[in-house]
T-cell receptor, first 115, second 114 residues
Protein backbone atom coordinates (compact mmCIF):
# COMPACT_ATOMS: atom_id res chain seq x y z
CA UNK A 1 0.00 0.00 0.00
CA UNK A 2 1.29 3.45 -0.95
CA UNK A 3 1.83 5.47 2.16
CA UNK A 4 3.73 8.10 4.05
CA UNK A 5 4.61 6.92 7.55
CA UNK A 6 5.46 9.24 10.40
CA UNK A 7 6.78 8.28 13.81
CA UNK A 8 6.00 8.92 16.54
CA UNK A 9 2.34 9.85 16.24
CA UNK A 10 2.36 11.59 19.61
CA UNK A 11 5.19 12.93 21.74
CA UNK A 12 5.32 14.97 24.92
CA UNK A 13 8.76 16.21 25.82
CA UNK A 14 10.55 19.05 27.55
CA UNK A 15 12.26 22.19 26.36
CA UNK A 16 15.76 21.64 25.05
CA UNK A 17 15.66 17.88 24.65
CA UNK A 18 16.59 17.01 21.07
CA UNK A 19 14.02 15.01 19.16
CA UNK A 20 13.59 13.55 15.69
CA UNK A 21 10.35 12.85 13.86
CA UNK A 22 10.84 10.29 11.14
CA UNK A 23 9.07 10.26 7.79
CA UNK A 24 9.26 7.45 5.28
CA UNK A 25 7.50 6.95 1.94
CA UNK A 26 7.32 3.79 -0.13
CA UNK A 27 6.37 5.34 -3.47
CA UNK A 28 9.83 6.26 -4.76
CA UNK A 29 8.80 9.92 -4.67
CA UNK A 30 11.40 12.58 -5.40
CA UNK A 31 9.75 15.41 -3.50
CA UNK A 32 9.17 15.44 0.26
CA UNK A 33 8.07 18.19 2.56
CA UNK A 34 7.29 19.01 6.18
CA UNK A 35 4.39 21.18 7.31
CA UNK A 36 3.18 22.30 10.70
CA UNK A 37 -0.50 22.88 11.40
CA UNK A 38 -1.66 25.42 13.94
CA UNK A 39 -5.22 26.54 14.71
CA UNK A 40 -6.31 29.44 12.55
CA UNK A 41 -3.17 29.25 10.42
CA UNK A 42 -3.70 26.14 8.34
CA UNK A 43 -0.57 24.29 7.27
CA UNK A 44 2.72 26.08 6.76
CA UNK A 45 5.73 24.58 5.07
CA UNK A 46 8.85 24.10 7.19
CA UNK A 47 11.33 22.47 4.80
CA UNK A 48 11.20 20.62 1.55
CA UNK A 49 13.45 18.37 -0.49
CA UNK A 50 13.48 18.04 -4.24
CA UNK A 51 15.62 14.89 -4.16
CA UNK A 52 18.38 13.15 -2.24
CA UNK A 53 20.82 15.61 -0.68
CA UNK A 54 18.73 18.57 -1.91
CA UNK A 55 16.83 20.44 0.80
CA UNK A 56 15.61 24.00 1.20
CA UNK A 57 13.73 26.20 3.63
CA UNK A 58 10.02 26.71 3.53
CA UNK A 59 8.13 29.51 5.23
CA UNK A 60 8.83 28.65 8.89
CA UNK A 61 12.21 26.89 9.10
CA UNK A 62 13.53 28.46 12.32
CA UNK A 63 14.35 25.89 14.97
CA UNK A 64 14.19 22.90 12.62
CA UNK A 65 16.65 20.84 10.62
CA UNK A 66 16.12 18.16 8.00
CA UNK A 67 18.21 15.71 6.04
CA UNK A 68 17.64 13.63 2.92
CA UNK A 69 20.29 10.94 2.77
CA UNK A 70 17.99 8.40 1.18
CA UNK A 71 15.12 8.91 -1.19
CA UNK A 72 12.53 7.32 1.06
CA UNK A 73 13.36 9.09 4.33
CA UNK A 74 13.07 12.73 5.36
CA UNK A 75 13.47 13.18 9.12
CA UNK A 76 12.59 16.41 10.91
CA UNK A 77 15.00 17.33 13.70
CA UNK A 78 14.37 19.71 16.56
CA UNK A 79 17.79 20.29 18.11
CA UNK A 80 16.53 22.33 21.06
CA UNK A 81 12.72 22.26 21.12
CA UNK A 82 10.81 25.14 22.61
CA UNK A 83 7.13 25.47 23.61
CA UNK A 84 6.31 27.48 20.47
CA UNK A 85 7.08 24.35 18.46
CA UNK A 86 4.12 22.59 20.03
CA UNK A 87 2.08 21.75 16.97
CA UNK A 88 0.74 19.08 14.65
CA UNK A 89 3.30 18.10 12.02
CA UNK A 90 2.71 16.52 8.64
CA UNK A 91 5.10 14.98 6.21
CA UNK A 92 4.12 14.89 2.54
CA UNK A 93 5.58 13.44 -0.63
CA UNK A 94 4.90 13.61 -4.33
CA UNK A 95 6.36 12.02 -7.40
CA UNK A 96 7.85 15.19 -8.77
CA UNK A 97 8.99 18.51 -7.45
CA UNK A 98 6.73 20.40 -9.81
CA UNK A 99 2.97 20.38 -10.00
CA UNK A 100 1.52 17.57 -12.02
CA UNK A 101 -1.42 15.23 -11.98
CA UNK A 102 0.34 13.31 -9.25
CA UNK A 103 -1.00 14.59 -5.93
CA UNK A 104 0.88 15.06 -2.69
CA UNK A 105 0.44 12.22 -0.22
CA UNK A 106 0.31 13.15 3.44
CA UNK A 107 1.20 11.17 6.53
CA UNK A 108 -1.22 10.87 9.44
CA UNK A 109 0.54 13.54 11.46
CA UNK A 110 2.67 13.80 14.58
CA UNK A 111 1.36 15.76 17.53
CA UNK A 112 4.24 17.31 19.48
CA UNK A 113 3.87 18.92 22.88
CA UNK A 114 6.91 20.76 24.23
CA UNK A 115 6.63 21.59 27.92
CA UNK B 1 2.46 37.16 -2.15
CA UNK B 2 0.21 34.22 -2.66
CA UNK B 3 -2.45 33.66 -0.04
CA UNK B 4 -5.64 31.73 0.55
CA UNK B 5 -8.63 32.88 2.58
CA UNK B 6 -11.34 30.63 3.89
CA UNK B 7 -13.84 33.05 5.40
CA UNK B 8 -15.79 30.47 7.41
CA UNK B 9 -14.04 28.91 10.38
CA UNK B 10 -16.97 26.67 11.35
CA UNK B 11 -20.01 25.58 9.38
CA UNK B 12 -22.85 23.39 10.58
CA UNK B 13 -25.32 21.78 8.20
CA UNK B 14 -28.01 19.16 8.50
CA UNK B 15 -27.52 15.78 6.93
CA UNK B 16 -28.95 15.81 3.43
CA UNK B 17 -28.58 19.56 3.03
CA UNK B 18 -26.41 21.15 0.39
CA UNK B 19 -22.97 22.52 1.23
CA UNK B 20 -20.77 25.28 -0.09
CA UNK B 21 -17.37 26.07 1.43
CA UNK B 22 -15.80 29.30 0.31
CA UNK B 23 -12.24 29.85 -0.78
CA UNK B 24 -10.60 32.99 -2.15
CA UNK B 25 -7.03 33.15 -3.33
CA UNK B 26 -4.50 35.77 -4.21
CA UNK B 27 -2.18 34.84 -7.04
CA UNK B 28 -0.72 36.67 -10.00
CA UNK B 29 -1.08 34.03 -12.69
CA UNK B 30 -3.39 31.11 -13.35
CA UNK B 31 -3.23 29.17 -10.12
CA UNK B 32 -3.10 25.52 -9.29
CA UNK B 33 -5.94 25.04 -6.79
CA UNK B 34 -6.70 22.20 -4.43
CA UNK B 35 -9.19 21.10 -1.80
CA UNK B 36 -8.08 18.71 0.91
CA UNK B 37 -10.09 17.06 3.68
CA UNK B 38 -8.75 16.11 7.08
CA UNK B 39 -10.73 13.68 9.17
CA UNK B 40 -10.00 13.53 12.91
CA UNK B 41 -6.65 11.90 13.59
CA UNK B 42 -5.91 11.53 9.91
CA UNK B 43 -3.68 13.14 7.37
CA UNK B 44 -4.91 15.20 4.47
CA UNK B 45 -6.70 13.59 1.58
CA UNK B 46 -6.99 15.28 -1.79
CA UNK B 47 -10.62 15.88 -2.80
CA UNK B 48 -10.01 17.59 -6.13
CA UNK B 49 -7.69 19.90 -7.97
CA UNK B 50 -7.78 22.49 -10.74
CA UNK B 51 -4.88 23.03 -13.08
CA UNK B 52 -6.51 24.28 -16.27
CA UNK B 53 -9.41 23.63 -18.62
CA UNK B 54 -12.97 23.11 -17.47
CA UNK B 55 -13.64 25.41 -14.55
CA UNK B 56 -16.04 22.97 -12.88
CA UNK B 57 -13.99 20.19 -11.33
CA UNK B 58 -15.37 16.91 -10.05
CA UNK B 59 -13.71 15.19 -7.12
CA UNK B 60 -14.09 12.22 -4.88
CA UNK B 61 -16.91 11.61 -2.39
CA UNK B 62 -19.38 13.57 -4.52
CA UNK B 63 -17.63 16.94 -4.16
CA UNK B 64 -17.15 19.49 -6.90
CA UNK B 65 -15.56 22.92 -7.08
CA UNK B 66 -15.80 25.80 -9.49
CA UNK B 67 -12.92 28.06 -10.44
CA UNK B 68 -14.03 31.64 -11.00
CA UNK B 69 -11.14 33.79 -12.13
CA UNK B 70 -13.13 37.03 -11.98
CA UNK B 71 -13.88 36.44 -8.30
CA UNK B 72 -10.57 34.75 -7.42
CA UNK B 73 -12.62 31.97 -5.91
CA UNK B 74 -12.61 28.19 -5.83
CA UNK B 75 -15.64 27.19 -3.77
CA UNK B 76 -16.30 23.61 -2.83
CA UNK B 77 -19.81 22.20 -3.14
CA UNK B 78 -21.75 19.06 -2.40
CA UNK B 79 -25.47 18.68 -3.14
CA UNK B 80 -26.29 16.42 -0.20
CA UNK B 81 -24.09 16.13 2.87
CA UNK B 82 -23.59 12.85 4.74
CA UNK B 83 -22.69 12.57 8.42
CA UNK B 84 -19.32 11.10 7.39
CA UNK B 85 -18.44 14.41 5.69
CA UNK B 86 -17.84 16.01 9.09
CA UNK B 87 -14.17 17.01 8.96
CA UNK B 88 -11.90 19.96 8.38
CA UNK B 89 -11.52 21.21 4.84
CA UNK B 90 -8.53 23.06 3.49
CA UNK B 91 -8.24 25.05 0.30
CA UNK B 92 -4.73 25.44 -1.08
CA UNK B 93 -2.99 27.18 -3.95
CA UNK B 94 0.16 25.95 -5.61
CA UNK B 95 2.89 28.49 -5.07
CA UNK B 96 5.09 29.72 -7.85
CA UNK B 97 8.79 28.94 -7.78
CA UNK B 98 8.92 25.74 -9.78
CA UNK B 99 8.47 23.37 -6.90
CA UNK B 100 5.55 21.58 -5.37
CA UNK B 101 4.70 23.98 -2.53
CA UNK B 102 1.18 24.45 -1.27
CA UNK B 103 -0.12 27.58 0.44
CA UNK B 104 -3.02 26.57 2.67
CA UNK B 105 -6.00 28.45 3.97
CA UNK B 106 -6.80 28.32 7.68
CA UNK B 107 -9.41 25.63 7.15
CA UNK B 108 -13.17 25.28 7.64
CA UNK B 109 -14.47 22.82 10.18
CA UNK B 110 -17.70 21.18 9.08
CA UNK B 111 -20.17 19.73 11.55
CA UNK B 112 -23.13 17.68 10.33
CA UNK B 113 -26.34 17.42 12.34
CA UNK B 114 -28.39 14.22 11.97
Amino acid sequence: EAQVTQNPRYLITVTGKKLTVTCSQNMNHEYMSWYRQDPGLGLRQIYYSMNVEVTDKGDVPEGYKVSRKEKRNFPLILESPSPNQTSLYFCASSLLGSFSNQPQHFGDGTRLSIL
Amino acid sequence: AQSVTQPDIHITVSEGASLELRCNYSYGATPYLFWYVQSPGQGLQLLLKYFSGDTLVQGIKGFEAEFKRSQSSFNLRKPSVHWSDAAEYFCAVGASGGYNKLIFGAGTRLAVHP
